[in-house]
């Protein structure tokens, strides 16, 4: 079978299994045989796509979860939005950030406060345009202005694109020779992407219509010119979450993401009881989590794939 979407033009594709969608029933996910990136099959249109976020994902502008989860969210954009500058080398108020998919601006607010110059940019009709710093645009958009940009970020975001490859062709353009590009993606190679298959939480089909490995993710950047500073794939929330969320889609007859689902904005009494039920299943099942943090992490397989990159060649710009 060599019908592929992925940039390895020609490539045979290996169907590896099938997964039922929170909208538009199954997708099979295939896989390219010559990089291992995997996709949604039939991939996701335009329609299924808004049908898909419509289902209140971003949350509403403020929050998303409920009070305590929204405040470590909060601080963990803060922390995160300080380190990405720490490895990018330079933290001075001339910096020029853009973040990329920003949602509600959790990490743009931690640059804000860093006092760098962030742009945030959300699909047309996305709503977030009514937060400080948010811009509905393309990147497209920015490339015909002529922007550039000494770091970009892609937090969560590349493996919602239909055409991630073309979109690190346009990241080339907007970058500065000594700029920094932040990748974070669910890792698709992870120990829990492994143990838990079509129960993996971090799959979110059809949402995410690619799922990366880290080699799948440093060749699409390596055709790019981009090359990869450093990677990780740890991050203590996605990891412990995914682990626990994917555990419990595992038992039958308990509805998928039941828990995510509850701990969203408003709480009824009857949402609050079931939460309360939850407390001491989560309490047994966090121990198996912190193990499986730890084993994934020995071996280089978390949740996620986290990549500096910067691009190749730039002494020659210089
Ligand atoms: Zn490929």
Redesign the pocket.
């Known amino acids: 079978m060599v019908d ?1 979407s ?3 033009k020609g ?1 045979s594709v290996a169907p590896l299994f099938r997964v039922i969608g929170d909208v538009g029933g199954e997708f099979t996910l295939d896989r ?1 045989q ?4 995997v996709w949604d099959s039939p991939m996701p249109d335009e329609q299924l796509l808004n049908e898909a976020y419509q289902q209140d994902y971003y949350g509403s502008q403020t929050t998303k979860f409920n009070p305590i989860i929204e405040a470590w969210t909060r601080y963990s954009g803060r922390s995160r939005a300080r380190a990405l500058l720490r490895q990018h080398g330079k933290t001075d108020a001339s910096q020029r950030v853009l973040d990329i998919g920003c949602g509600r601006g959790v990490l743009l607010a931690g640059f804000q406060q860093l006092g760098v110059e962030s742009l945030g940019i959300e699909r047309p009709g996305s709503g977030f345009e009514a937060i400080d710093g948010v811009e509905t645009m393309t990147v497209e958009d920015l490339v015909r202005q002529g922007r550039k940009f000494d770091v970009i970020v892609l937090w969560h975001v590349l493996e919602h694109l239909p055409e991630p490859v073309q979109m690190l062709g346009q990241i080339e353009l907007l970058l500065a020779d000594d700029g920094s590009l932040f990748i974070e993606v669910p890792n698709f190679g992870s120990l829990q992407s492994r143990l838990f298959k079509k129960n993996w939480f971090h799959l979110d089909v059809p949402r995410h219509l690619f799922h990366f490995t880290p080699a ?1 993710l440093k060749q699409k950047l390596m055709g790019k010119d981009f090359e990869t500073i450093s990677m990780h794939t740890f991050s203590l929330d996605q990891n412990l979450y995914g682990f626990l969320q994917s555990l419990l889609n595992s038992i039958p007859l308990l509805p998928y993401n039941h828990l995510y689902t509850l701990l969203k904005p408003g709480a009824s009494p009857w949402r609050m009881f079931l939460l309360l039920l939850y407390v001491p299943v989560v309490g047994v099942l966090s121990m198996l989590a912190v193990l499986e943090l730890a084993v994934s992490n020995l071996f280089g397989s978390g949740a996620v794939i986290s990549i500096h990159a910067r691009k190749r060649n730039r002494e020659n710009h210089d």
């Open positions: 592929s992925c940039s390895c490539a390219c010559r990089c291992g990136l799948s």
